[in-house]
């Protein structure tokens, strides 16, 4: 029992203590630094995030009496979207979302991506484009499971199966086409499949058809006037 008391033992305690202190104050160091550089590279990275989309539509009218914007991130009133003669899409203010169509106020000049919850809103993005059969957007830069597409500006979109492939370079499938052209390429979303239908490398000329496309890639590369209509390919299934 004295043996407990003595003073070598207590000197023992103390250090061991001090050891476990100095440990965790250590690991705590190391955990913060981990933080930092992760956060860092996730603000440093060009590439935008992942984002589902569920619907993409163009907007008939859009009703906001008050006026609204967005502000840091985050509409600032309440916005009403009418899609069609039978569905209002409503989205609360508060809802992270982008607006960049600058005609709102008049009939027919936006189209509208939204990420949904049943009949609620989550995210938003309001983009320039009147009534059309389909919508040119930026390249698809990932291939994903579930005939599920990521494009350049990180939307997630559902494709067909089978996606037309126009270009003057032969592909084998659109993984192959995405490899070869990514971001350079531009993708045809249909507003009636609510899918991606087609996609485009940079070397191939706009040809006319008899649908209305909209172009919302204009951060793409376009091709030269003088370069030949390309030609266009299937992928199969898979």
Same mark, same amino acid.
């Given at each position: ?12 305690? $103390? #250090?061991?203590?001090? /050891?476990?202190? %100095? @440990?965790? +104050? ?7 630094? *981990? ?76 189209? $509208? #991506?939204?990420?949904? /919850?049943?009949? %609620? @809103?989550? +995210? ?7 009534? *059309? ?106």
């Amino acid at each position: 029992m004295r043996q407990f008391f003595t003073l070598r033992f207590w000197m023992s305690l $103390v #250090a061991l203590v001090a /050891l476990v202190v %100095a @440990v965790g +104050w250590l690991t705590a160091g190391s955990d913060d630094g *981990a933080e930092v550089a992760v956060s860092d590279s996730i603000l440093s990275s060009a590439s935008p995030a992942p984002r589902r989309v569920d619907l993409v539509h163009w907007v008939t009218t859009v009703q906001a009496p008050g006026g609204v914007g967005v502000t840091e991130g985050l509409l600032d009133a309440d916005l009403a979207l009418l899609l069609d003669p039978t569905r209002t899409m409503v989205i609360k203010a508060g809802t992270p979302g982008e607006m960049s169509c600058p005609l709102w106020e008049q009939p027919g000049q936006c189209t $509208v #991506a939204a990420r949904l /919850l049943g009949d %609620a @809103v989550l +995210w938003f993005a309001l983009v320039p484009g009147p009534t *059309a059969t389909a919508i040119k957007l930026p390249g698809v830069v990932q291939v994903l499971d579930d005939n599920v597409v990521q494009l350049a500006n990180g939307w997630l979109l559902r494709r067909v199966s089978v996606v037309e492939r126009s270009c003057d370079d032969d592909t084998t499938s659109l993984r192959n086409f995405v490899d070869m052209f990514g971001d350079t390429a531009t993708a045809t979303f249909s507003f009636e499949q609510q899918k991606v239908v087609k996609v485009t490398c940079p070397r191939v000329r706009a040809t006319t058809t008899t649908s209305t496309v909209l172009d919302l890639s204009s951060t793409i590369p376009t091709a030269p006037e003088s370069l030949p209509e390309g030609t266009t390919t299937t992928e199969e299934p898979g």
